[in-house]
């Protein structure tokens, strides 16, 4: 992989999927910075507080669906809400155990998620989601 990032964020309520996917990340040199949120309130507040703080925005974010408190979808609908600097131009792709055809239209249809993937992140999936996108 020659493409490293900035930053990717990590989003998702199973800390062993974070620490999966993070080593993932680390192991292919894909970003210099790996960012996990555990809920989607955690995510949209550390994007907000990221703006205030003068931080880089994620390249890229790796979204679960079936979260607690905030679930992917609401994640997004709150993401679409945030102002231009606060919400970057990352490349959301949707990471998710969920097979549901429902769940994959959905994505496309809102137009909110550029990709959706089915867990664990692996080498080669991030090396062509770089690829597609970076």
């Given at each position: 992989?020659?493409k490293?990032?900035k930053?990717?964020?990590?989003?998702?309520?199973?800390?062993?999927?974070?620490?999966?996917?993070?080593?993932v990340?680390?192991?292919?040199?894909?970003?210099?910075?790996?960012?996990?949120?555990?809920?989607?309130?955690?995510?949209?507040?550390?994007?907000?507080?990221?703006?205030?703080?003068?931080?880089?925005?994620?390249?890229?974010?790796?979204?679960?669906?079936?979260?607690?408190?905030?679930?992917?979808?609401?994640?997004l609908?709150?993401?679409?809400?945030?102002d231009?600097?606060?919400k970057?131009?990352?490349?959301?792709?949707?990471?998710?155990?969920?097979?549901?055809?429902?769940?994959?239209?959905?994505?496309?249809?809102?137009?909110?998620?550029?990709?959706?993937k089915?867990?664990?992140?692996?080498?080669?999936?991030?090396?062509?989601?770089?690829?597609?996108?970076?």
């Amino acid at each position: 992989m020659n493409k490293t990032l900035k930053c990717i964020l990590l989003i998702d309520d199973n800390p062993d999927d974070n620490f999966i996917h993070e080593r993932v990340i680390k192991k292919s040199n894909a970003a210099e910075n790996v960012v996990a949120k555990q809920t989607g309130l955690e995510a949209i507040e550390y994007l907000k507080a990221n703006r205030e703080n003068n931080h880089l925005p994620p390249d890229l974010i790796f979204l679960d669906i079936n979260m607690p408190g905030m679930n992917g979808w609401e994640f997004l609908k709150e993401y679409e809400k945030l102002d231009e600097m606060s919400k970057s131009k990352a490349i959301v792709v949707m990471l998710t155990t969920s097979e549901n055809p429902d769940d994959m239209l959905k994505a496309k249809v809102m137009n909110w998620a550029s990709d959706f993937k089915t867990k664990p992140l692996t080498t080669e999936m991030l090396g062509e989601i770089l690829e597609k996108y970076f």
